[in-house]
């Protein structure tokens, strides 16, 4: 069993350390979910057309992605507790500036510091859950991001029925703010320490790490697509209204969130190597039957496949991150977090610019066949 390079921990892992690994996540969840309902009041606010939007959203970005090849450094150096509230630090106090501000450069300053402190403790709480889970000894990884996806669908929802019921956009961001500190104050009793070494802060991930990373690109790729895709592909192929349209993501988010929270069990039961060659193969099954069988109801069903495929594979592969030996975890996990996050941004970009050559369900198909493609490396997650 190969040591750990970036978290230090004691041989048992026990409540306080496995609480603390879940809020981190969750936190990560509700920043994404506090975020997401803001973006129209910010256009308005500052005027921008979709063009000027794409520009500011890619502030958030380059933000996430600067900071995620050096976190791990970061960690090593400085230790995971500072590391840890430097990064929420830089979320509470950006939520609100992002609530309010009509300044596109404070707007955009804010989103770079915004997506530094998510990309930050993104990686934090990956090296955490690599950690937690190999000294638990059972697999925990995909009930961890199940707390991720559950902090997703429980942010939006309470932050959408706190501006139904007529706050404003800062008093729901303030609230947001105050759950994301309880949770703070929760997880730093069993937060693990990082240990003190030097070494470089970046390395270009290589051998089986890049292979891991670039499976992590073409899930979060799926995703992506699932986000920003489905609904156009309902209103434009299959002639749901607008109001409709988003019942593709929602049952794709359903899946994947009930998928990871009762992972945990049936990796245990099925294996990390099947986790990935089934979830690959029902994904693209899914992906293919909502693009080519004519009927919404089909379309639904296909993202509900997708994401009930796509669930367990992104915890299972950070899995195989801790456990290989080609670089030390603080380099590999910022690596294959970093590779996996420009998925989600890259991934969307590209099939509108396939679809825009060929058609929109040229674009998800080849979509599918990256899916296929991660099935076959299944075997790359064995120890």
């Known amino acids: ?30 920043g994404v979910a506090a975020w997401a309902p803001l973006v129209p009041f910010v256009k308005a606010r500052a005027g921008l057309d979709d063009g000027g939007l794409g520009l500011l959203l890619l ?5 996430s992605i600067a900071a995620m090849p050096v976190a791990g450094v970061l960690i ?30 404070l707007l955009a300053a804010s989103l770079l510091l915004f997506g530094a402190g998510m990309g930050g403790l993104d990686c934090l709480m990956n090296l955490q859950a690599v950690a937690v889970e190999r000294f638990s000894g059972r697999p925990m990884m995909s009930g961890f991001h199940g707390l991720y996806s559950l902090g997703c669908i429980v942010g939006a929802a309470g932050f959408s029925a706190m501006l139904s019921l007529g706050a404003s956009p800062s008093t729901a961001a303030v609230a947001v703010v105050a759950c994301i500190l309880a949770a ?34 073409a899930v979060f790729l799926t995703e992506g697509a699932a986000l920003d895709w489905s609904a156009v592909f309902l209103i434009q192929e299959r002639g749901l209204g607008a109001s409709q349209a988003g019942l593709g993501y929602a049952a794709f988010s359903l899946t994947m969130t009930v998928g990871r ?8 039961e099925v294996g990390r190597t099947r986790i990935v060659a089934l979830g690959g193969l029902i994904a693209a099954a899914g992906l293919v039957i909502a693009t080519l069988v004519p009927s919404w109801q089909a379309t639904l069903l296909g993202y509900a496949l997708v994401g009930a495929g796509c669930a367990n594979i992104v915890p299972v592969l950070f899995t195989a991150v801790g456990r290989q030996r080609v670089m030390p975890e603080r380099l590999a996990i910022p ?46 997650v064995r120890s």
């Open 184 to 217: 703070l104050a929760a997880a730093l009793p069993g937060l693990l320490p990082g240990e003190r070494r030097g070494g470089p802060a970046f390395a270009i991930p290589r051998g089986r790490v890049l292979v891991l990373g670039l499976l992590c690109f």
């Open 59 to 63: 502030c958030l970005g380059v933000g």
């Open 76 to 105: 090593a150096r400085l230790g995971s507790r500072l590391v840890l509230l430097t990064a929420v630090a830089a979320i509470v106090v950006t939520l609100p500036i992002l609530s309010l501000a009509s300044d596109v450069v």
């Open 1 to 30: 069993m190969p040591a750990l390079s970036t978290l230090a921990a004691a041989p048992a892992i026990g409540r306080a350390e496995i609480l603390s690994t879940r809020l981190l996540f969750l936190i990560v969840g509700f």
């Open 335 to 380: 690596a294959v977090t970093t590779l996996g996050y420009a998925g989600v941004l890259a991934g969307p970009a590209a099939i509108g610019f396939v679809a825009h050559a060929t058609s929109l369900s040229t674009a998800l198909l080849m979509v599918a066949a990256l899916l296929l493609g991660v099935a076959a490396s299944a075997r790359m």
């Open 261 to 268: 929270l009762t992972g945990d069990a049936i990796v245990r």
